[in-house]
């Protein structure tokens, strides 16, 4: 049986030594403490922008409901960075929304939505010592919807200043992420990838990075037979 060791042992004499130090450095970075949750989002350009915060700033996984917009990525704003994200995607059941959350919280998750509603958690004052943590952003006119507004364990929001009510998803995400990454990194909480977990994705990554894998693959797969 192949797992990622033997992936990554095979594999890693096909790519330079540069590319190698440049996986590890950036998943010494890397967390899933932090995580994405996009409900919803519609434009291409908002989608692919916070992926593009999130690989920029060290977060891993992305849950993406789709109840009614598919999500698409707009590759001259993504840029490539979805190449090297854990992405997950929820557009099998009735209510995706209700499938996502459930299956977050069975992981462990603390479900923060973003919400500009009373009693919300401003971001200078959120807690990130209480457990790893999904951060959940709504499409780009309702917001997050009220099944997940009820299902979420807290509410989080930036503070306003001026007349208009709330910033664009992607620059919102791009503020509540930055201030997150940077309070778990300054803070006494394990927020880095588990030796597991790293060899998997340093393994998945080398493997997007070899021309036409799966035939190299196959034979290492036959030759620990």
């Known amino acids: 049986m192949v797992d990622d060791n033997d992936i990554i042992a095979f594999l890693s004499g096909l790519v330079t030594e540069q590319r190698l130090r440049r996986f590890d450095e950036t998943l010494s970075e890397r967390t899933r403490y932090i995580s994405v949750c996009l409900e919803d989002i519609f434009q291409s350009q908002n989608a692919s922008a916070v992926l593009r915060s ?51 919280k069975a992981s462990g998750y603390r479900v923060v939505a973003t919400s500009l509603q009373t009693g919300s958690t401003d971001l200078e004052a959120f807690d990130v010592s209480r457990g790893k943590t ?33 910033f664009n998803i992607s620059v919102s995400a791009g503020i509540i992420l930055y201030h997150l990454v940077q309070k778990i990194k300054k803070s006494a909480v394990d927020w880095q990838l588990t030796s597991a977990e790293r060899n998997k994705i340093f393994a998945e990554w080398l493997t997007k990075s070899v021309k036409n894998p799966q035939p190299l693959l196959n034979r290492l797969a036959f030759d620990r037979k």
């Open 134 to 166: 999904v951060i959940i952003f709504g499409n780009e006119h309702k917001g997050v919807s009220q099944d997940l507004l009820e299902q979420a364990d807290e509410c989080i929001k930036i503070s306003m200043c001026g007349f208009t009510q709330s």
């Open 54 to 104: 999130c690989e920029c700033l060290g977060i891993q996984d992305v849950h993406i409901i789709e109840n009614y917009n598919p999500y698409i990525i707009n590759p001259m704003v993504v840029k490539g960075s979805d190449r090297w994200l854990s992405l997950y995607r929820y557009n099998s059941s009735g209510n995706n929304s209700i499938e996502a959350v459930t299956q977050l």
